[in-house]
T-cell receptor, first 111, second 114 residues
Framework: QQQVKQSPQSLIVQKGGISIINCAYENTAFDYFPWYQQFPGKGPALLIAIRPDVSEKKEGRFTISFNKSAKQFSLHIMDSQPGDSATYFCAARESGNQFYFGTGTSLTVIP | GAVVSQHPSRVICKSGTSVKIECRSLDFQATTMFWYRQFPKQSLMLMATSNEGSKATYEQGVEKDKFLINHASLTLSTLTVTSAHPEDSSFYIC??????????FGEGSWLTVV
């Protein structure tokens, strides 16, 4: 059973556009929601994370939007660049327990 | 961010031999480390949770006698793939828990069993 559902599986965006990746969960006990960026052949790198007591967090061009009532959260990449081309994973964790990862989104930013 | 080092980054071993992969938290102490396996273009599959000073907790379907995990110190966990077979060839990634919720990943280790 997939604890965190991620969509789309792949995404193609033009340079300068906005990339949006969505995740949904069911477990209301989750209290930490990070996003990871992974380049081919490398380990995932923490990009940005949010806790459910806020609805939005922004770091540079990356923004997490969090909708607690809908049990959804999304990653927005503004002004997308070719260097942003990577696989993005959302995750969720219940304090003290393991992380559950989404299935990943392969983002391609075309010049 | 915190740094997690994984070694080796690539290893080739013969079928039937064992290979050890190390995961170190370089600038923080990690009471909990995680080991994942990742197949091409797929998500991370949690293999086991490693707690310092105690036995690892393996996920269902993961053979604990084949994938030996040792977490002897607060900065080092090792994964030993015993009697490796070609089907064990994969990308293995560790992560370390830092300051509560945050986890940081190592760079991963490519294992090829020939």
């Amino acid at each position: 059973q997939q604890q965190v559902k991620q969509s789309p599986q792949s995404l193609i965006v033009q340079k300068g556009g906005i990339s949006i990746i969505n995740c949904a969960y069911e477990n209301t006990a989750f209290d930490y929601f990070p996003w990871y960026q992974q380049f081919p052949g490398k380990g995932p790198a923490l990009l940005i994370a949010i806790r459910p007591d806020v609805s939005e967090k922004k770091e540079g061009r990356f923004t997490i939007s969090f909708n607690k009532s809908a049990k959804q959260f999304s990653l927005h990449i503004m002004d997308s660049q070719p260097g942003d081309s990577a696989t993005y994973f959302c995750a969720a964790r219940e304090s003290g327990n393991q992380f559950y990862f989404g299935t990943g989104t392969s983002l391609t930013v075309i010049p | 961010g915190a740094v997690v080092s994984q070694h080796p980054s690539r290893v080739i071993c013969k079928s039937g031999t064992s290979v050890k992969i190390e995961c170190r938290s370089l600038d923080f102490q990690a009471t909990t480390m995680f080991w994942y396996r990742q197949f091409p273009k797929q998500s991370l599959m949690l293999m086991a949770t490693s707690n310092e000073g105690s036995k690892a907790t393996y996920e269902q379907g993961v053979e604990k006698d084949k994938f030996l995990i040792n977490h002897a110190s607060l900065t080092l966990s090792t994964l030993t793939v015993t009697s490796a077979h070609p089907e064990d060839s994969s990308f293995y990634i560790c992560s370390a828990q830092h300051a509560g919720n945050t986890i940081y990943f190592g760079e991963g280790s490519w294992l090829t069993v020939v």
